[in-house]
Structure formats: C-alpha cells, structure tokens
C-alpha cells in the first residue's frame, strides 16, 4: 500500500468513530427527550464550532507536518471522549438526559468538541491529495476519498443505532476511545515524506487571514464558489437539523441506523464511479449541475409518509454528494497554491459552515412552533391535508419541500452568473505549479 492508501484508511477509523458518536449523541438525545430543538441546537453546536474553528485549523495543517496534525487531531479526540464518559458515569442528570440543567449541554458540548476535531483531518487530507497525486488524477482520488467517506457513512449509520439501542451513549464512547486508540496507533507507522519550504515554516505561525484572503480574491470567480456552497450549506442546515427526527418520526432507531447503512451505499458507488471516470473536464460544472439535481430531489422526497421515498431521496442525495464535494476540491486543487490550501480549505469550511447554525438554531424551534402546528391543526393542514398529511411528522416534511425549492432557485442562478464563467476560465487556464512534490504512483 502507498502512503496515500494508507492515510485513507486511517481516516476511515477515525470518520467511522466520530461520526458514529456524532449519530448516535443525536439518536440518544432525540429518543431520551423527544426534543426536535434538542437535535437542532447539536447541528447548530457542530456548525458553529466547524465555522469558528476553521480557519484556525487550516493554518495548524499549513505550518505543521500534515500527518502530524492528523496525529495531533485523534489524540485531542481521544482526550475529549474520555472526559465525557467520566461525566456519563459520574453525573445521573447526564445519564438521564436532563435537559433543564447545565451538566448534558457541557456532556454534549465536550462529546461535539471530540467531533469537530477530526477536522483538522477533513483539512489535511485534500492537501495531501495534492502533494502525493498527479494533477491529472485527482480529481479520480478525491473520488476515492468520496468512497471512504461512504464506507465509513455506512458502517456509522448501523453502528450508532444499534450502539445507541443496546448501550446508550456509554457504548458509543466507549467505542470511540477503542477506534480513535486504533488509528493513533496505525498513524504512527505512516510515512510521508513531505517538502519542507524554509520560508513557510520559519514565518511566524500565524492564521495570517489577511494573507488568505488575498489569495481568494486573486483568483477569478473563486469567492463566488465558496459564497455558493455557503448558501447550499445554508439550506443543508435544514437538514442537519430536522432528518433524523423525520427518520425516527416514521420508524425505530435500529431501523433508521439501517437504513442509512443501505442509502450510504450511493456514497461508494457514487466515490468508485468518480474514481473510474473523473468528473469531466468543468468540475465548477458539474457541481452545479449535481447541485440542481439534488435541490429537486429534496422538493419531492418527503412529499408524502413514505419510507420509500424517503429512502429513495437520500439515496439520490447521497450518490450526488460526493460529486459535489470532489468537484470544489479539484477546483482549489488546481488554483490555489499549495502552501496556502490548508489555510484556504480552512477559510472555505468556515465561511461555508457558518450560514448554517442559523439555519440549524433557527429552523428547529421554528419548526416545531409553527410548521408543526401548522400541519397538525393549522391553515396547512385545512388547505392542503388531505393529501398531504397531518400531524408533527408533516410539519417537519414541509419544511424540507420549502429548503428544495430556494435551493433549485439559487443553482439557476448560479448557472447564469458571471463568477461562474470566471471561475471555469480560471481553472482551465491555470498550470499546476501548486507543488512540485508529485511523487507518489497513480491513483
């Protein structure tokens, strides 16, 4: 195995236990309180950290070695999730998900915490895409990072209900002191022999936001990619907010945790046909064009109480996504310099994330406050119930059909955009002389 390979399958470990926490601190704490604003305001802790930390972390993988930090990034995790097992047994208003007092929201915001840092990973990885893969295939590696993305996806969405059926939240984190354990250990023998610039490293170690945002708004067109997938990331914090209660609304823990095993499958298929054929010769293209077809895809998937649909929609959802991903990582790939992506993949997570807390804070206490009622026994539900359905469960389904909508609107818009048309431009046009450090074999 080539050291890329092995990187991929270290953050296959470390993506399958913090999701799987992630999942499964979602899952308990719905199950436990029954709280729609419960989960929401978990998606808003993750989005808001995500969008605060970002940039921090992009200059952490910039001035230090990239598997160092890898390192630096499990072993935090690692840390984290133990404090926050020692709190599970040691306070019983944890243990029983005592939502007035202040010890869960601190359990949760230290399990959370042990999350978010596994993405100092979610950074470091595309740089080392660009430093060990020829320019001409990474676009089919990113397709492969997309595949390990879905694998992993797959194996959480199982773990995370049956852990959460049979442990509760003890099991989880104890499955996530003996997985992230696992990777530190395998990351140790992980060589790569990465370039060291003397200017770089001897600079101050600085964020230098100033210095990113110069190189951003040097390159044509590449503000109006990050502005673009901020506002989709604005309207996936719907999502993130408000699917697992849908899910668990409709059937059992244990059988939405399959379920999503069986839809992550689109992930994989979605990463090796990526791997195979490439995302063509516009990947700023194909992004909008898998972007438009997702939006129409979440217009329709909970139109009505149906399980099918439901599985039927994600599974289209999740099959799109990696396109989307692999092509804004191609994309920053090739136009920005290599010294400079970690601060910049840094700069686009944390502009991109941070139009959804307020999405996620927002749209869990207006859902169940006003769509809810509104399709229980309000207007909604006079007007368009009969067909449509009544109840808390429609409530959240209505508010998904209303995020599609805005979302096929802003793709059209997109598409007719001059930042679009720059943005291609700047990406045909430029040489890849990101890194002269392309020594590893073919993807």
């Given at each position: ?7 991929l399958?270290?953050?296959l470990?470390?993506?399958i ?13 719905f ?5 729609v604003f ?10 808001v ?9 992009g ?38 998900a ?8 601190l ?8 999350v ?12 080392l895409v660009?430093l060990?893969?020829?320019e ?9 990072v997309?595949m390990?993305?879905?694998i992993?996806?797959l ?8 852990l ?15 997985f992230t354990?696992?990777?530190?250990l395998?990351?140790?023998?992980v060589?790569?022999d990465?370039?060291?610039d003397?200017?770089t490293?001897?600079?101050?170690r ?10 951003v ?11 673009f997938?901020t506002f ?11 699917m697992?209660a ?6 059992k ?12 499958c689109a ?7 990526i ?8 990947p700023?293209r194909?992004l ?10 979440a217009v ?12 039927a929609?994600?599974?289209?959802w ?12 191609t994309t ?18 944390s ?16 859902t169940q ?5 509104l399709m229980?026994?309000?207007a ?12 808390p469960?429609?409530g959240i389904a209505?508010?998904f059909?209303?995020a599609?909508?805005f ?12 930042s ?6 700047a990406y045909?046009?430029?040489?890849d ?8 074999q073919?993807?």
């Amino acid at each position: 195995m080539q050291p890329f390979h092995h990187l991929l399958a270290n953050n296959l470990i470390a993506n399958i236990t913090n999701f799987t926490v992630w999942f499964a601190l979602t899952f308990w704490t719905f199950l436990e309180t029954q709280s729609v604003f419960a989960t929401g305001v978990i998606a808003g802790i993750y989005l808001v950290l995500t969008a605060m930390l970002g940039i921090w972390f992009g200059s952490l993988v910039d001035h230090h070695g990239k598997r160092h930090m890898m390192l630096v990034s499990s072993i935090a995790s690692l840390l984290l999730y133990t404090a926050a097992l020692a709190g599970h047994a040691l306070d019983p208003a944890i243990r029983g998900a005592d939502t007035h007092g202040i010890t869960l929201w601190l359990f949760i915001l230290i399990t959370m915490l042990a999350v978010i840092a596994g993405n100092i990973r979610m950074i470091a990885l595309p740089t080392l895409v660009t430093l060990l893969v020829p320019e001409d295939r990474r676009d089919k590696a990113n397709g492969l990072v997309g595949m390990v993305s879905g694998i992993g996806f797959l194996m959480t969405s199982a773990i995370s209900g049956f852990l959460v059926a049979w442990g509760g939240m003890a099991g989880a984190l104890y499955f996530a002191i003996s997985f992230t354990s696992i990777a530190i250990l395998h990351l140790l023998f992980v060589r790569i022999d990465e370039p060291r610039d003397p200017e770089t490293h001897d600079a101050p170690r600085s964020i230098d936001l100033a210095g990113t945002l110069r190189v951003v708004l040097g390159i044509p067109g590449l503000i109006a990619l990050i502005l673009f997938t901020t506002f989709n990331n604005l309207l996936g914090g719907v999502f993130m907010a408000l699917m697992d209660a849908y899910g668990l609304s409709l059937m059992k823990v244990e059988e939405w945790g399959l379920l999503w095993a069986v839809i992550s499958c689109a992930f994989i298929v979605s990463g090796m046909v990526i791997a195979r054929t490439g995302l063509g010769a516009n990947p700023v293209r194909t992004l909008l064009l898998v972007n438009l077809a997702a939006w129409i895809v979440a217009v329709f998937f909970t139109i009505q109480s149906s399980v099918i649909l439901l599985a039927a929609g994600c599974f289209i959802w999740m099959f799109l996504g990696p396109y989307a991903e692999a092509a804004e990582q191609t994309t920053l790939q090739k136009v920005v310099p290599y010294e400079r992506q970690g601060r910049v993949f840094g700069f686009a997570q944390s502009v991109e994330q941070s139009a959804s807390p307020l999405t996620a804070f927002l749209i869990a206490p207006l859902t169940q406050f006003v769509f809810v009622p509104l399709m229980t026994d309000g207007a909604g539900a006079d007007a368009i119930g009969d067909w449509y359905g009544r109840g808390p469960e429609r409530g959240i389904a209505i508010v998904f059909s209303i995020a599609g909508l805005f979302g096929v609107l802003a793709t059209i818009a997109a598409f007719r955009s001059k930042s679009y048309r720059r943005i291609s431009a700047a990406y045909n046009s430029e040489t890849d002389d990101n890194t002269g450090a392309l020594t590893e074999q073919p993807v």
